[in-house]
């Protein structure tokens, strides 16, 4: 949790900045490997309890949660379809697309994040990866709005957060805007730090 003197809720660009540096020393360091295989052990039961029938994960960067490091086996007896987003710079806008666990992320999307060429599909459970969160189970992104945008597109689906503990925001550090999409829980190396 960010525990120095308050930053102001705007400019966002100078909290992500502040986050991003912070997620990036943190990942190079000797705690990642551990954290990582703490937040899989989180993160399958919370998966085993949702069911999803198709699963959107993510292509980790700048030291998010490698979700690929999840397997089919993960989820129990729930064999269900996997899927990653492919964004598009104009218009600006994300989908997904159906990906086998096993193949490789061979084509790259708009933002040059490795992604598939499957077919789209829309998952009922989708991973989100975030700079920031706070309890109020929000999160703060990129700043583009790729997942804000889809998620006030799909409603019905079940957003899980996946963050580091270090990147919990204080109610007075930040507040969410009107465009952005609140999350169901958040998963961090420690286990659920919201919801559940």
């Known amino acids: 949790m960010i525990t120095e003197t308050p930053l102001p809720a705007e400019p966002r660009g100078r909290l992500r900045h502040h986050l991003l540096a912070q997620r990036d020393a943190w990942a190079q360091g000797p705690d990642f490997a551990a954290a990582e295989a703490a937040l899989v052990a989180h993160l399958k039961p919370v998966l085993r309890q949702l069911e999803p029938q198709c699963l959107g994960l993510y292509w980790p960067i700048r030291g998010e949660f490698n979700a690929p490091l999840l397997r089919q086996g993960d989820l129990g007896a ?11 710079r104009t218009p600006l806008q994300m989908h997904y697309r159906a990906w086998a666990s096993d193949a490789a992320a061979d084509r790259r999307d708009e ?3 490795p992604s598939v060429d499957g077919p789209p599909v829309v998952p009922d459970v989708v991973l989100v990866p975030c700079v920031g ?11 583009a ?5 889809w998620l006030g597109a799909h409603p019905q689906v079940t957003a899980v957060g996946v963050a580091w503990s270090l990147s919990e925001l204080a109610a007075s550090d930040w507040q969410p805007a009107a465009h952005d999409q609140p999350l169901m829980l958040v998963v961090t190396e420690h286990g659920v730090a919201f919801g559940g």
């Open 78 to 88: 729930n064999q269900c379809q996997w899927a990653l987003p492919f964004a598009q």
């Open 111 to 113: 933002c040059n994040i």
């Open 133 to 143: 969160f706070t309890r109020s189970g929000h999160r703060l992104g990129y700043g």
């Open 145 to 149: 709005g790729y997942f804000d945008r």
